[in-house]
T-cell receptor, first 115, second 111 residues
Framework: GAGVSQTPSNKVTEKGKYVELRCDPISGHTALYWYRQSLGQGPEFLIYFQGTGAADDSGLPNDRFFAVRPEGSVSTLKIQRTERGDSAVYLC?????????????FGPGTRLLVL | KQEVTQIPAALSVPEGENLVLNCSFTDSAIYNLQWFRQDPGKGLTSLLLIQSSQREQTSGRLNASLDKSSGRSTLYIAASQPGDSATYLCAVGGSQGNLIFGKGTKLSVKP
């Protein structure tokens, strides 16, 4: 596709459940980023992949959050034992090389609601 | 720890006005600064990217400036239109490429 896609667009789950959020970056982009945006706030960095490896996961809030990118393309953000405070929009972005000075292209986000 | 602040939080102007959105950051050791637009329920669209060595960038009716030493950037929108109504986000880029965002300025342009 022409842009970054994310699925599902909306996800409603119950407290304690496990969820997976998917990101499909722009073809050929080696760098992939996950951000989380709470209502009325700017996006907050979660994790950055360069190829298949997580180059920086310092933004993950705790060990309930995990992300993978096994083939260097699609990435999955996994949240275990979801809590109501996890409710937010999860945004994915990609860039060609991940070097400083590159534009990041964002997907439409997945809106997660934990009841 | 880098902090990004945007002022004002919200702005309402009549169509045709020129306007300025402000962004400030606490650590001047940035690699770049980007301005994004976010429409309700949508993702982010990159508007302008300024490298740390640059002073400004222009695209159409938009002009963004960067003063690293004072930790400030401004986004100037000329001849505003109702279609410019959106939230504008400022973000500074770190060494790994991850962005640190402000909370945004919600702009409303009235016809």
């Amino acid at each position: 596709g022409a842009g970054v896609s994310q699925t599902p667009s909306n996800k409603v789950t119950e407290k304690g459940k496990y969820v997976e959020l998917r990101c499909d970056p722009i073809s050929g982009h080696t760098a992939l980023y996950w951000y989380r945006q709470s209502l009325g706030q700017g996006p907050e960095f979660l994790i950055y992949f360069q190829g298949t490896g997580a180059a920086d996961d310092s933004g993950l809030p705790n060990d309930r959050f995990f992300a993978v990118r096994p083939e260097g393309s699609v990435s999955t953000l996994k949240i275990q034992r979801t809590e109501r405070g996890d409710s937010a929009v999860y945004l994915c972005a990609s860039s060609l090389l991940g070097s400083d000075g590159e534009t990041q292209y964002f997907g439409p986000g997945t809106r997660l609601l934990v009841l | 720890k880098q902090e990004v602040t945007q002022i004002p939080a919200a702005l309402s102007v009549p169509e045709g006005e020129n306007l300025v959105l402000n962004c400030s950051f606490t650590d001047s050791a940035i690699y770049n600064l980007q301005w994004f637009r976010q429409d309700p329920g949508k993702g982010l669209t990159s508007l302008l990217l300024i490298q740390s060595s640059q002073r400004e960038q222009t695209s159409g009716r938009l002009n963004a400036s960067l003063d690293k030493s004072s930790g400030r950037s401004t986004l100037y929108i000329a001849a505003s239109q109702p279609g410019d109504s959106a939230t504008y986000l400022c973000a500074v880029g770190g060494s790994q490429g991850n962005l640190i965002f402000g909370k945004g300025t919600k702009l409303s342009v009235k016809p």
